[in-house]
């Protein structure tokens, strides 16, 4: 497809587990962001990627969350040993350049911390 | 800290009728303002950005005002559709260093009466 596309759409963890979250972002865009949206709010930020360098992760809540983007296109962000407080939908953008305004947002992965 | 918010949560409009959405910012130093749909189950999309030297930015049916004076931003959407129906968030890029990390507000929900 040509839009953002994130996987699982919907995931259901129990509280301690690991969770993976895959993005593909629209090909050839440089940036890519995480985001992290609760029920009611905002998007909130976590971090950025320009290609495959992490030049921002001031957003991640605490050293359980990490994120990667290996080969510049294809991002995973990773929680360790889930939380209830993790519980909200993990939403992944994309720009085709850096200071573009207009980002491309996936469907988003829901996770349930149970 | 940062931060940008919204004066109503809800706005309830007659199909045909126009709506105003507004929305507070704090963060003088932000260079772009950019509002975000999003309907339910979905990741925001772009609607439309105004740079910060801008007062008014006209696009398809929906018009955006700027008044730094007093830190507001505004949407206009002009002869509502059923299909406007979705929560609208403002976002500013804050002073992210030149790849427009997003700043949310709350959102602001639309629901478009026949």
């Known amino acids: 497809g040509a839009g953002v596309s994130q996987s699982p759409r919907y995931k259901v963890a129990k509280r301690g587990q690991d969770v993976a979250l895959r993005c593909d972002p629209i090909s050839g865009h440089v940036s890519l962001f995480w985001y992290q949206q609760a029920l009611g709010q905002g998007p909130e930020f976590l971090t950025y990627?320009?290609?495959?360098?992490?030049?921002?992760k001031s957003g991640l809540p605490s050293d359980r969350f990490f994120a990667e983007r290996p080969e510049g296109s294809v991002s995973t962000l990773k929680i360790q040993r889930t939380q209830q407080e993790d519980s909200a939908v993990y939403l992944c953008a994309s720009s085709l350049v850096v200071g573009d305004t207009e980002a491309f947002f996936g469907q988003g992965t829901r996770l349930t911390v149970v | 800290g940062e931060s940008v918010g919204l004066h109503l949560p809800t706005l309830s409009v007659q199909e045909g009728d126009n709506s105003i959405i507004n929305c507070a910012y704090s963060?003088?130093?932000?260079?772009?303002f950019i509002w975000y749909k999003q309907e339910s189950g979905k990741g925001p999309q772009f609607i439309i950005d105004i740079r910060s030297n801008m007062d008014k930015r006209q696009g398809q049916r929906v018009t955006v005002l700027l008044n730094k004076t007093v830190k507001h931003l505004s949407l206009q959407i002009a002869a509502t559709q059923p299909g406007d129906s979705a929560v609208y968030f403002c976002?500013?890029?804050?002073?992210?260093?030149?790849?427009?990390?997003?700043?949310f507000g709350a959102g602001t929900r639309l629901a478009v009466h026949p």
């Open positions: 990627f320009q290609n495959e360098a992490q030049l921002d």
């Open positions: 963060n003088s130093a932000s260079d772009y």
């Open positions: 976002a500013e890029n804050g002073d992210s260093g030149g790849y427009n990390k997003l700043i």
